[in-house]
């Protein structure tokens, strides 16, 4: 009668077990990395991972995430390396669906560079701030030059303006043939005018 009752208990359990569904391992597809910054895709969404230098512990590593509408990737390279060129008087603020980036410029050593400043679940009092980037340290980020560059760029799909007008124009006048499958008659001719 144990042995019974312990065979019961065991595919008992062994059923039990069975209930546990292995999820599929979806990876990350990295563009670009510099040091403690790097930009990374999962089919349309990109993530930046960086180290959270505003913290007392050097191991906190923090990311924001957003999916590539209308080019957005290449859309903040383009507002990125423009702010190298023509440093912007403040931040620049970009609003994504779960938090708050700001795009802060400062020369350091004379050399401009760049340093994400994220408000964390969009509240000011959880700040995260990634390490201040340099020109080339951005482009090696966003895989320039390289092979991975065309992971974003091929994203791009523009949607069409809400107010465009797709047809002809209402006023325009168009000419069609005749319903009826009569030859067209030969113009009149015109009278001769004597020398």
Same mark, same amino acid.
């Given at each position: 009668?144990?042995? %019974?009752?312990?065979?019961f208990?065991?595919?008992?359990?062994?059923?039990?077990?069975?209930?546990?569904?292995?999820?599929?391992?979806?990876?990350?597809?990295? %563009?670009?990395?510099?040091?403690?910054?790097?930009l990374?895709?999962?089919?349309?969404? @990109?993530? @930046?991972?960086?180290q959270? %230098?505003?913290?007392?512990? #050097?191991?906190?590593?923090?990311?924001?995430?957003?999916?590539? *509408?209308?080019?957005? *990737?290449?859309? #903040? !390279?383009?507002?990125?390396?423009?702010?190298?060129?023509?440093?912007?008087?403040?931040?620049?603020?970009?609003e #994504?669906?779960?938090?708050?980036?700001? #795009?802060?410029?400062?020369?350091?050593?004379?050399?401009p560079?760049?340093? @994400?400043i994220? !408000?964390?679940?969009?509240?000011?009092?959880?700040?995260? &701030?990634?390490?201040?980037l $340099? =020109? &080339?340290?951005?482009?090696? %980020?966003?895989?320039?030059? $390289?092979?991975?560059?065309?992971m !974003?760029?091929?994203?791009?799909?523009?949607?069409?303006?809400?107010?465009?007008?797709?047809?002809?124009?209402?006023?325009? *006048?168009?000419? $069609?043939?005749?319903?009826?499958?009569?030859?067209?008659k030969?113009?009149? =001719?015109? &009278?001769?005018?004597?020398?």
């Open positions: 009668m144990k042995k %019974i009752i312990l065979l208990t065991f595919c008992i359990g062994f059923l039990a077990f069975s209930q546990i569904k292995v999820l599929k391992n979806e990876t990350l597809v990295e %563009i670009g990395k510099e040091n403690s910054v790097g990374y895709k999962k089919e349309n969404r @990109f993530t @930046f991972n960086y959270d %230098i505003n913290t007392s512990n #050097l191991n906190t590593f923090r990311s924001f995430s957003f999916n590539d *509408v209308n080019g957005d *990737v290449s859309d #903040l !390279y383009k507002m990125i390396s423009d702010g190298f060129i023509d440093e912007p008087t403040g931040n620049i603020t970009l #994504l669906p779960n938090d708050i980036i700001e #795009l802060h410029f400062e020369k350091n050593y004379g050399q560079t760049m340093q @994400f994220q !408000y964390i679940n969009k509240n000011k009092k959880y700040v995260g &701030k990634s390490q201040f $340099t =020109k &080339k340290q951005i482009d090696k %980020i966003f895989g320039i030059g $390289t092979s991975k560059e065309n !974003y760029k091929k994203a791009v799909v523009k949607q069409p303006a809400v107010n465009t007008v797709t047809s002809a124009p209402v006023n325009t *006048v168009q000419t $069609t043939a005749p319903e009826h499958s009569q030859p067209a030969a113009p009149a =001719k015109t &009278k001769k005018t004597r020398k």
